[in-house]
Structures are given as C-alpha cells and as structure tokens.
T-cell receptor, first 116, second 113 residues
Framework: DTEVTQTPKHLVMGMTNKKSLKCEQH?????MYWYKQKAKKPPELMFV???????INESVPSRFSPECPNSSLLNLHLHALQPEDSALYLC???????????????FGQGTRLTVV | AQSVTQLGSHVSVSEGALVLLRCNYS??????LFWYVQYPNQGLQLLLK??????LVKGINGFEAEFKKSETSFHLTKPSAHMSDAAEYFC???????????FGSGTKLNVKP
C-alpha cells in the first residue's frame, strides 16, 4: 500500500467555521508533511512532523493548527480562515531520514479548500 | 540553502516529439533530486529520483533524467511525447538528514496532436 489518503476531497467553509483536514498513511513512514498549493504555483511547505513531533513550522499563521495523533495520522485544524487561504492542501509522507537514507515523499490527492 | 530552478514555465511539443524539461539545482552538498508530475486537481506523483546511485535515472512512463554535477542539472527527458503526458512537472530537492523538500516553480507541458 503506497497510498496517502486525504479527506475530505473538497471543503467549503465560512470564515468563522472550524474544520479539520485529515491524512492517513499505512506505509510505516515516520515523516509527514502539510503543503499548501495555490493555483499555478508549486507546493509550499507548511509543517513537518518527524516521529510524531513537530519538527518544522514554516511560520504558518496560528489559524492553521497541525496535529499528529499517531504515526499513521496527520490532521490540520482550521479556524477563522481568510478567503486568501483558499488552496489545495496536500499531505505527504516519507520514510524519514533515520538510518542514513533519504526517500521520496508520497503525496495524497489533496483537499480543495474554499473559504467564503 | 537548497533550491531548484526550472527554466520555462510552459513547454509545448508535438505528439511523438522529444520532451526536455530543465532543472538546475543549487546545493552546497550532494543533493537528492526528484521529478514529480501533477495532473489537474490531483496530488503529486513521483516520476523518478536521484540519490547518487547512478547518474542516469529511469522512471515511470518512459521518462528519464541525467544528473550532471558539472552543470548542476537534472533535466527530464522522454524520447516520444504522448498526449497523456500533458501535465505540470515539478523538480524537487532535499538532502540527507533533512526532512524538507524544495520544489521548483513548475513547468506545464502541453502536447499537441
């Protein structure tokens, strides 16, 4: 199973709503990522979890709150978003760099978020 | 700092023609390089990766890339384009012991009948 599963696929939310994006992988990967991708742009890194601990936060506003409940799951909690936060949110995982090995990141299909 | 530069935001080829998508990297240490493809409203799919084992790397769907240290390049090629190759292509770099993938700006490939 080389799949990263993201739910929901589409989400429309108001600026006062609270919602969560979910991501799951069963490849035994120990690094998990959230990326944000605006139209016609490359993915921009938001957060990295390594061995279930937040290791990188790319100065993301606090209205985005990541959570890694266990080694297979990654959540992104959303609160009080702005219309400019509308984008494709991609989750990814990789084996991690333990053992002296760099491997590729596997991406989910993304959640298309629209903030109204 | 790690970075990659993709020359040409749009490339258009005829079906059956050679595909060449350019990627140059900037790295102070040996990099690990990747090419990903993205179809509209989908995630990224790995085409191939370079992790120092061999300079010529073969990937899926007939794509390959050659790592050239002297030119700091990792260009993606395919001998004969197919209509299904039309997509956005991203070059990415990371390095050992660093959980961070940097993406190039992307190249949109158009394949004409």
């Amino acid at each position: 199973d080389t799949e990263v599963t993201q739910t929901p696929k589409h989400l429309v939310m108001g600026m006062t709503n609270k919602k969560s994006l979910k991501c799951e992988q069963h490849m035994g990967h120990r690094a998990m990522y959230w990326y944000k991708q605006k139209a016609k742009k490359p993915p921009e890194l938001m957060f990295v979890y390594s061995y279930e601990k937040l290791s990188i936060n790319e100065s993301v506003p606090s209205r985005f709150s990541p959570e890694c409940p266990n080694s297979s799951l990654l959540n992104l909690h959303l609160h009080a978003l702005q219309p400019e936060d509308s984008a494709l949110y991609l989750c990814a995982s990789s084996q991690g760099t333990g053992g002296g090995k760099v491997t590729e990141a596997f991406f989910g299909q993304g959640t298309r978020l629209t903030v109204v | 700092a790690q970075s990659v530069t993709q020359l040409g935001s749009h490339v258009s080829v005829s079906e059956g023609a050679l595909v060449l998508l350019r990627c140059n990297y900037s790295s102070s240490v040996p990099p690990y390089l990747f090419w990903y493809v993205q179809y509209p409203n989908q995630g990224l799919q790995l085409l191939l990766k370079y992790t120092s084992a061999a300079t010529l790397v073969k990937g899926i769907n007939g794509f390959e890339a050659e790592f050239k240290k002297s030119e700091t390049s990792f260009h993606l090629t395919k001998p004969s384009a197919h209509m299904s190759d039309a997509a956005e292509y991203f070059c990415a770099v990371t390095k050992y012991n660093f959980n961070k993938f940097y993406f190039g700006s992307g190249t949109k490939l158009n394949v004409k009948p």
